[in-house]
């Protein structure tokens, strides 16, 4: 459904994903903690070409790559990553800050593995999800990145996944831990209002280049005439009366 009915204004709000985070307006919360990433390089499993995007998947049967702390309660366990971009540098980002918008977002997605059994269970809920944003922005090569982009040839065309096995994933991670935080949604299908979004407020780098190869995957199946995921970015959604905390003064 993802309304929800607020009284005191008798109307319906949504919670939708992304937004823009106006960083003047953004409250600071004393009582946000540090973000603890816990995760083990050993459980990533294998990148798919999912049609309109990349997910790297990582194996989520048990809790050996979660996210803890931050504006969490419990454990969260790390399920995937992918990345949104544009059709060109000057937009790609699904969030934005001051109305800037970057070349791309890295979204590090995991699931309450504390109070639900699946990612697919968690989704239903508000509490379900935690996804981790992380702006890029254009500068040198980003090394941690090419690991990923040598194999995106094997997954040209949607359907298409190849093993990826041993990733340190915290080498996508910037110095600066404060972040953004607020209630949202899925930025695809299927919308789910279940999503505790966490944007970190250092980006990181990545050159044109590489972003030229993300551009190279197809969003068509390998018999189809091929065209390409060239943006995979959702419009930013109304804040409503959703407040966006700080974890930094
Ligand atoms: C039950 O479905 C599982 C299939 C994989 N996912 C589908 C998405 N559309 C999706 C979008 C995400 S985003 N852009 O909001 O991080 S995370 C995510 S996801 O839930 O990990
Ligand atoms: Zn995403």
């Known amino acids: 459904m993802g309304l929800h009915y607020s009284h005191h204004k008798h109307c319906l709000t949504h919670h939708q994903s992304p937004i823009n985070i106006n960083t003047r307006t953004a409250k600071y919360n004393p009582s946000l903690k540090p973000l603890k990433f816990s995760y083990d390089p050993k459980t990533a499993k294998r990148i798919v070409n999912v049609g309109h995007c990349f997910n790297v998947e990582f194996e989520d049967i048990c809790d050996k ?10 454990h969260y366990r790390l399920c995937q990553f992918h990345f949104h971009w544009g059709s ?12 800037h918008l ?7 997605v995991h699931w309450n593995s504390k109070k639900y059994t699946s990612f697919a269970e968690a989704a239903k809920h508000p509490d379900g999800v935690a996804v981790v944003g992380v702006f890029l922005k254009l ?3 980003n090394p ?6 040598e194999n995106l040839d094997k997954v040209k065309t949607k ?21 953004w935080t607020y209630m949202g949604s899925l930025t695809t299908k299927p919308y789910f209002e279940c999503v505790t979004w ?13 972003l030229e190869q993300f551009r190279r995957l197809q969003c068509t199946s390998e018999n189809e005439n091929p065209s390409f995921i060239l943006e995979n970015h959702r419009p930013v959604q109304p804040l409503d009366h959703r407040v966006v905390y700080s974890s930094c003064p």
Do not use: M, W
Request: net charge negative; hydrophobic share 35%.
């Open 65 to 74: 790559s979660v996210l803890s702390e931050g504006p969490l309660d419990g």
């Open 88 to 99: 060109s540098d000057r937009d790609g980002s699904e969030h934005n800050i001051d109305g």
């Open 102 to 108: 970057y070349p791309a977002e890295l979204h590090i």
């Open 139 to 141: 500068g040198n090569t």
């Open 144 to 149: 941690a990145l090419q690991s990923i982009i």
């Open 159 to 179: 359907g298409k996944a190849c093993p990826f096995t041993e990733f340190h994933l915290n080498g996508l991670l910037p110095e600066d831990l404060n972040y």
């Open 198 to 210: 966490i944007i970190l407020q250092e980006a990181i780098t990545v050159s044109s280049q590489q």
